[in-house]
């Protein structure tokens, strides 16, 4: 018969594979982002709140609880035209990139990215190749306070990877987003953003 494992012992070996899933975790956000500045050195002051972030606190960059701002991802998905698939958003109803905050269930921010893409707009992953593991783009933006969600100011750090794909738009979310249409590059109002899409596209 086998003994019960004491209960300090559980929560020894809980927190040792928790240890171990944050070390894993800090240690991915730093080759991440270490791989986007080596492409991007210029970006670092603009970066400056979330390397200060891992730098400090080690607060878990995901959380909507995090603050003065979290990770959020984003899909740049490319046509065989070359044009980016833009979603209507309703909360903002505004035309946006696919993407949103990361789950439990996402592995890498590249799989974040794919997964809100698909969410959005219902283009599944086997037809859809990455361009690469390391972020096209790092936009730093701001969140107006949302008293209803009882969240105050904060930051998005969304970091977008390009995708390609043949296929077209699919059933899309209509919880998050109410259209979605393949626009031409020169509609993207992000200057650095359009001019990285080009770049990489030739």
Not at 18 to 33: D, I, K, P, V
Not at 74 to 93: C, E, F, K, M, W
Not at 129 to 147: C, G, K, M, R, Y
Request: proline share 6%; charged share 25%; net charge negative.
């Amino acid at each position: 018969m086998l003994s019960a494992v004491p209960t300090h012992s559980r929560d020894l070996a809980r927190s040792r594979r928790e240890s171990l899933s944050s070390t894993a975790r800090f240690s991915y956000w730093r080759t991440t982002l270490a791989d986007y500045l080596d492409q991007h050195p210029d970006a670092k002051t603009e970066l400056g709140v979330i390397l200060g972030l891992l730098d400090d606190n080690g607060d878990d960059l995901t959380s909507r609880k995090t603050l003065p701002g979290h990770v959020t991802a984003g899909a740049i998905l490319v046509d065989p035209d070359s044009r980016i698939l833009h979603s209507l958003r309703n909360a903002t109803q505004k035309w946006l990139l696919p993407g949103g905050h990361l789950e439990a269930s996402d592995g890498t921010l590249l799989q974040a990215a794919g997964r809100e893409r698909t969410e959005e707009t219902g283009i599944p992953p086997h037809v859809i190749t990455p361009h690469s593991q390391t972020p096209l783009h790092i936009d730093v933006h701001p969140i107006d306070a949302n008293p209803a969600k009882d969240e105050p100011a904060h930051q998005h750090f969304d970091f977008r990877f390009l995708f390609r794909t043949t296929a077209d738009i699919g059933d899309l979310q209509t919880e998050e987003v109410s259209d979605a249409a393949w626009r031409e590059i020169d509609t993207i109002s992000d200057d650095l953003l359009r001019q990285r899409i080009t770049q990489a596209l030739h």
